[in-house]
């Protein structure tokens, strides 16, 4: 669904690149768009202009009551910008703008987590323990997350009942994963940890007695006890 979505947006963008383009191009003239700026978008006297012609129709979509263009520009093209501002197409263009920027910062805050989580590598497993050297698997998870500006719970049962549930097969990279590791399975949760990638997820390991990745494919002792993930750093496009 989210490789659908994708496409459809890319075609959006490709078609408000094309019909911003060819409207500059029809109306081309140095002293048009000569004196334009907005938000730091200045339109220099040159073709390179061109491939800035876009910003203009995003800006003029994003501060509809300010004025965008200068008064060279011929009513014409103005009368275009206007149609085109009104128009589905444009709507879907403001829909494919504030996705971007939402899947920006969702993967900025999943790199965060992830870069900070493995400068942790090799840190002694404590019980009980939450940093700044040592720590346990939830202390360990809060800890992580919380560089990104998420506060989970203290222990990895309450830590369970946050975000949203995911199967296995729909994990990404930043949702925690949880495991059943009682000698005899109970379907409890008592130890988490954070999905990284390509079935590699890093945790504070008491068996291991530090903070280390595991390889789902490589270890099946933690499929097996694997009860479910959590997604708190939440995807801009959901399937």
Same mark, same amino acid.
């Given at each position: 669904?989210?490789?659908v979505?994708?496409?459809?947006?890319?075609?959006?963008?490709?078609?408000?690149?094309?019909?911003?383009?060819?409207?500059?191009?029809?109306?081309?003239?140095?002293?048009? *768009?000569?004196?334009?700026?907005?938000?730091?978008?200045?339109?220099?006297?040159?073709?390179?202009?061109?491939?800035?012609?876009?910003? $203009?129709?995003?800006?003029?979509?994003?501060?509809?009551?300010? @004025?965008?263009?200068?008064?060279?520009?011929?009513? %014409?093209?103005?009368?275009?910008?206007?149609?085109?501002t009104?128009? !589905?197409?444009?709507?879907?263009?403001?829909?494919?703008?504030? /996705?971007h920027? !939402?899947?920006?910062?969702? =993967?900025?805050?999943?790199?965060?987590? =992830?870069?900070?989580?493995?400068?942790?590598?090799?840190f002694?497993?404590?019980?009980? #323990?939450?940093?700044?050297?040592?720590?346990?698997?939830?202390? *360990?998870? !809060?800890?992580?997350?919380?560089? #990104?500006g998420?506060?989970?719970?203290?222990?990895?049962?309450?830590?369970?009942?946050?975000? !949203?549930?995911?199967?296995? =097969?729909? /994990? %990404?990279?930043?949702?925690?994963?949880?495991?059943?590791?009682?000698?005899?399975?109970?379907?409890? $949760?008592?130890?988490?940890?954070?999905?990284? =990638?390509?079935?590699?997820?890093?945790? #504070?390991?008491?068996?291991?007695?530090?903070v280390?990745?595991?390889?789902?494919?490589?270890?099946?002792?933690?499929?097996?006890? *694997?009860?479910?993930?959590?997604?708190i750093?939440?995807?801009?496009? @959901?399937?």
């Open positions: 669904m989210n490789l979505k994708n496409f459809l947006f890319s075609i959006i963008a490709i078609q408000v690149l094309v019909v911003g383009q060819l409207s500059f191009i029809k109306y081309w003239d140095n002293g048009y *768009f000569a004196n334009l700026m907005h938000n730091g978008f200045l339109m220099v006297q040159d073709h390179s202009a061109i491939a800035q012609f876009p910003l $203009v129709i995003e800006a003029s979509l994003l501060h509809p009551t300010k @004025e965008i263009l200068t008064t060279s520009l011929p009513s %014409q093209i103005r009368k275009e910008l206007k149609a085109f009104s128009s !589905q197409l444009s709507n879907d263009y403001l829909t494919l703008i504030h /996705l920027r !939402q899947h920006q910062a969702h =993967e900025g805050a999943c790199s965060k987590v =992830e870069h900070y989580a493995k400068k942790h590598l090799g002694k497993y404590v019980w009980g #323990a939450t940093g700044p050297k040592r720590f346990d698997c939830s202390g *360990f998870t !809060q800890k992580v997350y919380k560089v #990104a998420i506060k989970i719970p203290r222990n990895s049962r309450a830590q369970a009942k946050v975000g !949203q549930y995911i199967k296995y =097969e729909n /994990l %990404q990279k930043g949702d925690m994963v949880f495991f059943d590791t009682n000698r005899k399975k109970t379907g409890r $949760v008592n130890h988490v940890g954070i999905y990284l =990638e390509d079935g590699k997820f890093i945790h #504070a390991s008491s068996g291991s007695k530090k280390v990745i595991t390889n789902f494919r490589k270890r099946a002792y933690y499929k097996s006890r *694997f009860l479910w993930g959590r997604r750093i939440k995807s801009s496009i @959901e399937g």
